[in-house]
């Protein structure tokens, strides 16, 4: 499936008017990754540092997405399809379900270098797209989108969106002995990630039904993340969340 073949998520497609963004708004993005990437080369997962180079992202200009795209296609086959906001669930789940991911165009201003109530571009690219050179946590998101679009019981579809949150948004992984993170609310977000490393959120080791029995709270820095100890983990954890969802057991 690509971009045009697309039901519910239909209107919400864009084009990205890469040439339209102005001097100032490649400013705002390279001071945005100027203020986090000293952290994040120090506390990133290896994989999420390895997809940032081969995606060909730019310290100092917003990203093209068509040729991030282009970029991924050989290896994952991943998408960053460019939409015009925040996507209802069904359409959400149909992009994933067929490896392209929705991503917003805008970027926010600089007034707002720390913290913006919704997802832009640099939380969007800079954030999630990194990962999605990584094989297994590609075959993990289209997995997720797959089983969350065949899905209609609200109930359900929140506790998978806790699962959603503690590894695609705020997840954690031991790498030689350390917590490494590669969840995007933590990669874009300096307050996000320095909260973890600085030992003022408790880190457990990732089990399913911890995290799907533990709500998300958006108004507030995490207390509690999950930590896998390889991405197989995460993508079995989906396995088992399809399961036990198609047993009542969610
Ligand atoms: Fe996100």
Redesign the pocket.
């Known amino acids: 499936m690509n971009a045009e073949t697309l039901s519910a998520a239909a209107p919400y497609i864009i084009q990205q008017h890469y040439y339209a963004y102005t001097v100032e708004q490649h400013s705002v993005w390279a001071e945005l990754v100027g203020r986090v990437l000293p952290e994040i080369e120090k506390h990133a997962a290896r994989e999420y540092l390895e997809g940032f180079h081969i995606i060909g992202l730019q310290n100092d200009r917003l990203p093209n997405l068509a040729a991030i795209s282009a970029r991924l296609a050989p290896r994952t086959g991943w998408n960053s399809t460019p939409v015009s906001g925040f996507l209802p669930a069904p359409a959400f789940f149909e992009m994933l379900a067929a490896r392209l991911f929705p991503t917003i165009t805008w970027l926010r201003s600089r007034e707002s270098l720390e913290y913006t109530p919704e ?1 832009d571009i640099f ?2 690219v800079f ?2 797209v990194p990962m999605h050179a990584h094989c297994v946590f590609a075959d993990f998101l289209q997995h997720y989108g797959r089983v969350c679009a065949t899905i209609s019981d609200a109930a359900v579809l929140e506790k998978l969106g806790r699962l959603f949150w503690y590894t ?2 705020f997840g954690l992984i031991r790498q030689n002995g350390a917590v490494k993170v590669y969840g ?2 933590l990669i ?1 977000s300096h307050g996000e990630c320095k909260n973890v490393m600085d030992g003022h959120c408790a880190v457990h080791d990732f089990s399913l039904d911890e995290v799907l029995n533990t709500p998300v709270k958006v108004d507030e820095l995490h207390k509690l993340l999950f930590a896998v100890s390889s991405f197989d983990q995460i993508y079995e954890a989906m396995r088992e969340a399809e399961q036990w969802a198609s047993s009542g057991r969610l």
Do not use: R
């Open positions: 997802p939380h969007d954030g999630h695609v948004e995007s609310g874009s």
